[in-house]
């Protein structure tokens, strides 16, 4: 039985979910190697565009520390993303929509292929540590993205990690903003 003829909805399903998985696989993979070109950090120049809008990092995280729910609010939104791409992936096709289905895997590579530009370009591990905090600053929230980071992207940028292996690849190239939403929401 071929299920593309038969029943196109699962099949859609399911090259959707395909291409999503080597969308990841693949663009993360190639992360590394851009961060392997090893350009000038930018956390000073960001962080002083940040001050310039009137951001304090430092003050959001104490915000965000000193409210529990504020961060309950946050994980519970940021676990839901996964769960709202799952959502994508099988109801689009599901209901028929095979052109929008498309679309938004178009829309999401588009999406991390620029991310993945703009960080090479404009690398950074995090504000964390161009602001200057520590773990005991914010004892309620455990930046796991920014220490990720802050782990992998030395090693790749001297080249002590050669060896891609796409199933331990861990947050190499992000935005500087997206540790910091990333280090609310795991906290």
């Known amino acids: ?47 002083a565009a940040d001050r310039m809008l009137g951001f304090d990092f430092g003050a959001y995280v104490g915000f965000a520390n000193d409210r529990p729910w504020v961060l309950r609010a946050f994980v519970f939104t940021y676990d839901s993303l996964h769960r709202q791409l799952l959502g994508l992936i099988i109801l689009l096709p599901l209901l028929g929509f ?48 920014y220490y990720a980071t802050l782990h992998e992207l030395p090693l790749v940028r001297d080249g002590t990690i050669r060896v891609l292996d796409a199933f331990n690849l861990g947050p190499i190239l992000t935005f500087p903003s997206f540790h910091a939403i990333c280090a609310v929401l795991y906290g």
């Open 1 to 47: 039985v071929r299920s593309g003829s038969r029943n196109p909805r699962i099949f859609a399903i399911l090259f959707m979910l395909a291409q999503i998985v080597a969308l990841l696989l693949l663009l993360t993979s190639i992360g590394y190697m851009m961060a392997a070109a090893n350009l000038p950090m930018q956390e000073a120049g960001l962080l």
């Open 98 to 145: 095979h052109r929008r289905a498309a679309e938004f895997v178009l829309a999401f590579a588009v999406t991390l292929i620029a991310a993945t530009i703009i960080s090479t370009l404009v690398p950074a591990i995090g504000a964390y540590g161009a602001v200057g905090l520590v773990q005991a600053d914010h004892p309620n929230i455990e930046p796991i993205c």
